[in-house]
């Protein structure tokens, strides 16, 4: 049997942030968003929570969409009953029936906001554990650890009963941090680092750079795929695909020893930050992890870094690659990451990149490459920005 009504709560971080209003706010607006394509459902708050009317709409569909909310903490199917002891119990028992696996043990749980009500919290236990307990063969009632603990909340007009919670996104509201620009390549990790940035309330732009025609449209379509799973969690996303096969070319021509994937990366971090000046962005967002491969060191990192004065947020940099995996699992983004593709950073490998690359060496080549700054802007200037779009739009009406 469907539910009538979901009740949802607030992330910790919401319920503790100094900008309560504005992060409930940026809650609630997501979950509008993403309960667009459910035109049957009425909301309304009471009691300091918000209640969802399903008013027939499938609640395992809206489920899996309010699993990608952030900043929410988690949220219940509710079964109404009229004020009739009878009724309470019967769908009591169906709250129970409706736990996904059959629970070996529970514990009923009732409050009597309405005291007018004939039985108090105490004999209702009693009543309705006893008439679950009766009801199911095998389930037992443990007051301590009990798997499933049924609650009933006595109401002036009705009864709610609860049985299940589920987890919502957690972490930050979206967009209450501020705003990134994610390095976005083809590989397990950025998209990886990009939910980890927009879970601790970051709005991204994402920024890819390709080689065409070295690189194919194949592997353009890919990062197109990964933003669109980050839409998801995140609303519309902008994303912005650079050009990257002059300046890599020129660079190439002009020096091509074992510092040229620095300077290559240099590259794109700086042209990164002008497009977060442009766009209004205060920090880049990457994918690296420490020690991960050769190029990911902590001189590498240094040198790579220094190119820019913007901060660069690392958000994988002290994790393991299976915990990474499991993330992309979690995100669906895994089985895109993993289909091949050439990125374009491994076009022009010298025969033995540094893995410790000396600052002032790296600052002295490019001195002599005056053409360099030009070349950045001009990359800019022929970015080609495209929205991708979430599924479900925002209405940005706002419901209280
Ligand atoms: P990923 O799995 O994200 O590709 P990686 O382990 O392959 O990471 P690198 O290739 O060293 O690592 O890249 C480090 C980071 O640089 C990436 O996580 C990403 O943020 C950025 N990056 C690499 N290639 C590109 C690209 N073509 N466009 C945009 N950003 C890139
Ligand atoms: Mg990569």
Known sequence: MNPDLVVLRLGELVLKGKNRHRFEKAVYEQVRRVLHPFPGLTFNREFGRVYIHLNGESFSLLAERLEKVLGLGSFSPVYTAPLQLEAIQELALVAMQAVGTAPATFKATVRRVNKSFPHDSQEMNKL?????LRA????????????????????????????QSFEGAGGFPLGTNGKAMLMLSG????????????RQGLKLDAVHFHSYPYTSEKSQQKVKDLVS????????????????TSVQTKIHQAYNQNLLITILRRAMFRITEKLADNYSASAIVTGESLGQVASQTLGSINAIGRAVGIPVL????????????????????????????????????PPSPSTNPNLRVVESIERKMDWLEAELDDAVKQTETIWIQAEGKSSFASFF
């Open 314 to 349: 690392q958000p994988l940099i002290c994790m393991e690659k299976q915990q990474i995996i499991r993330i992309a699992e979690k995100i669906d983004t895994f089985e895109i990451s993993i289909l091949p593709h050439e990125d374009c950073c491994t076009l022009f490998l």
């Open 128 to 132: 309705v554990g006893g008439y679950v």
């Open 229 to 244: 799973k980050l839409t998801e969690y995140a609303g519309d996303i902008r994303l912005h695909m650079v050009p990257f």
């Open 187 to 198: 590989g397990i990790d950025s998209p990886v680092a990009g939910f980890l940035a927009l």
């Open 136 to 163: 199911i063969p095998g389930l037992k009632v443990d007051v301590n650890k009990p798997e499933v603990e049924l609650k009933v909340e006595l109401r002036e007009e009705q009864a709610l009963i609860y049985s």
